[in-house]
DNA sequence: GCTTGACCCTCACGTGACGGGAGGCCGCAG
DNA sequence: CTGCGGCCTCCCGTCACGTGAGGGTCAAGC
């Protein structure tokens, strides 16, 4: 089976271009020729070709992909295996900055103002207790609490009072659920743990059923979010966390 | 809260030759100077930052990132919820590409041809029906067998004499414990499903469970892996996806 | 058998996102 | 007051292509 540079680029979902530039750096030259000089690409240069897109979407320089492809010590099948490896490692990474965004979500939502290197750790290379005084400003936010109310914009002072209101009316509601002795996957429980979703959504953010679970886990990490709750009553965390993966999971 | 840039590179895991670069072309310049004319970035510097360096991660070009960063109509909260779908659309296209890699392996395995658009639907693009004789070469694997037993370099003649009767000797064991009529969970359909784990690992690549549950799927999933199965013995491909499955579980 | 339009070729310069060095101030620990 | 690490501003280099310019090729249709 033999295609062309129009075809091959079609099907790899790469520009002509790119297959000329890979030419002519010798990554990938195509196995033939055709009398008037067209580029003859056949099935194992398509193989080649998808090792070299997987290892470019996974941000290998051409040089490092062609010496890795060029070796003779790895076996095709090596390739596949490490692309794997690779892969599975880099969703891995995404899924902790999805975690981050739910923090940082979670973060503004409670106006608590985060530290650098929570900002930043998904991205690596951090280097941890380079901020010495992180204590201060991790707990700083409270201070900012009441200034801070006018950066969200486009709420006004009453808006933020009716929410308030709204929040401390679900509190007060929860807590009787939970003081009634009915398990967190009660109907009760789910259907206080879904008005807290839908009370994020209708102030802050689109909250998912899948944010809601993450945030969920994270009130349980996070110290600052566990105290937030705690403050309200003691043990509402666990119970409030038990209740929203009760509701993810029912209404699935 | 202050800092210098050579401080935010370090905890932002940029370089300072970066943090110049933005400043140059305005996407992130620090709140303030001092007299020297250093760089003072503060905490709103940090969060703009921290949101340009997710839209990177994501693929943006600067200069759209400048354009939905400073676009009035969105607020911080709403970038917040906006990355974390583009993420989790990330998260799920590596993901299909790990299906994809999986599914190049075990054709590898099976000697079965992939078609372009095999190769390389994972990456978009793709065009459908602009092959047609797809089926050709989707099943011309099978005249290629004999001599492309010679492909895989590394194994002699006797070494693929070995293999297939390895793999017919299991076979036979595996039938007989389905016919036997024990459920596809039971202690002996698990330990062929692992053996057929361990079959693959030693001939092939190196294959974890994880890989194994996702190998079983595509065997329901794609017809050429089911034949495969079913030609040995029909309803063979099920029962052994299930036994693999709580293979992988109880081993957990 | 000749046109026409889609596709191919080789230069060759342009671009985005920085890397890396030169040459020279700044600031604080000893 | 002297290092020495950190900061500054040019400015050229690089990588992986993008984007024409100028020109040959090929199958389809008239």
């Known amino acids: 089976m033999a295609y062309t540079v129009g075809q091959v680029a ?26 008037a000089g067209y580029r003859r690409y056949d099935d194992a240069d398509l193989e ?25 010590r790895v076996d095709p099948a090596a390739h596949l295996r490490r692309q794997h490896e690779l892969l599975t490692g880099r969703i891995g990474k995404l899924q902790e900055m999805v975690a981050a965004i739910e923090l940082a979500m979670e973060a503004r939502r409670m106006n608590i103002n985060l530290t650098p290197e929570e900002r930043f750790e998904v991205f690596g290379d951090v280097d941890p207790d380079q901020y010495a005084d992180e204590a201060e400003r991790r707990w700083g936010g409270s201070e900012a609490y009441r200034e801070s109310n006018r950066r969200v914009a486009r709420y006004g002072k009453d808006d933020w009072l009716r929410n308030k209101a709204e929040n401390e009316d679900w509190g007060r509601r929860f807590v009787a659920v939970m003081d009634s002795g009915v398990p967190a996957d009660s109907a009760e429980a ?43 009553h003691p043990g509402l965390t666990a119970y409030l966390a038990e209740a929203i993966h009760a509701n993810a999971i029912s209404r699935a």
Do not use: N
């Not at 070709?49 to 003779?72: N, T, V």
């Open 190 to 232: 789910m259907a206080l743990a879904e008005e807290h979703r839908q009370l994020i959504s209708r102030w802050f953010y689109d909250c998912s059923y899948e944010i809601h679970t993450g945030l969920a886990d994270m009130y349980l990490a996070d110290e600052r979010f566990t105290a937030h709750y705690e403050a309200i």
């Open 10 to 35: 079609k099907a790899a979902g790469v520009t002509v271009r790119t297959l000329h530039h890979y030419d002519e750096i010798s990554l990938l030259s195509p196995s033939g020729r055709t009398a």
């Open 48 to 72: 080649r070709l998808q090792l070299i897109r997987y290892y470019r979407e996974l941000g290998f320089p051409l040089e490092e992909i062609a010496a890795i492809l060029d070796d003779p």
